[in-house]
């Protein structure tokens, strides 16, 4: 595993941090031994090596894409590095977006078509205590259910 880690250590990895959850993709980054940059400007990029648009409010971080000049910025430098989205961020990375009310502009650079809400919205989700096998026990762990966006149309390419 140290191996693998090595190779990726030397790369440098901006995350989007504009809104959403960037400081834990951040710590996350540094605990694979990879130094994060915030990236907030359009100077940022001629730093990075790849991009992690995180999770966050979609309508918001396209927002925010607009107010600040980045959604050329992040679509030229996608077209010749890595840009990976979780959540939010693949809301923004999406071609279409099926159920799209507050008129949150995808980026088009990954072609998939996806649901905003397709588990529900917020206010279902949950916590709980489920139950797995673990060895030969059986244990109960706590679990947080939240709503997250579906893919529902997957390109060629993909």
Not at 46 to 71: Q, V
Request: glycine share 10%; hydrophobic share 40%; aromatic share 6%.
């Amino acid at each position: 595993m140290m191996s693998i880690m090595n190779r990726y250590k030397n790369l440098t990895i901006g995350v989007l941090a504009l809104q959403g959850d960037y400081e834990q993709h951040c710590r996350q980054l540094e605990v694979l031994g990879v130094e994060p940059v915030e990236v907030r400007t359009e100077s940022q990029f001629g730093i990075i090596d790849g991009l992690i648009i995180p999770g966050g409010e979609s309508t918001t971080m396209s927002i925010l894409l607009e107010r600040f000049g980045l959604r050329c910025t992040v679509s030229d430098f996608a077209k010749k590095n890595p840009v990976w989205g979780t959540c939010a961020g693949m809301i923004l990375l999406s071609k279409r977006i099926a159920d799209n009310q507050s008129d949150v502009k995808p980026l088009g650079l990954l072609d998939i078509d996806v649901v905003r809400n397709g588990y529900g919205r917020q206010i279902f989700s949950f916590e709980e205590d489920v139950k797995t096998k673990l060895g030969k026990d059986i244990e109960s762990l706590p679990a947080t259910f939240i709503r997250a966006p579906k893919i529902i149309r997957t390109g060629e390419g993909v």
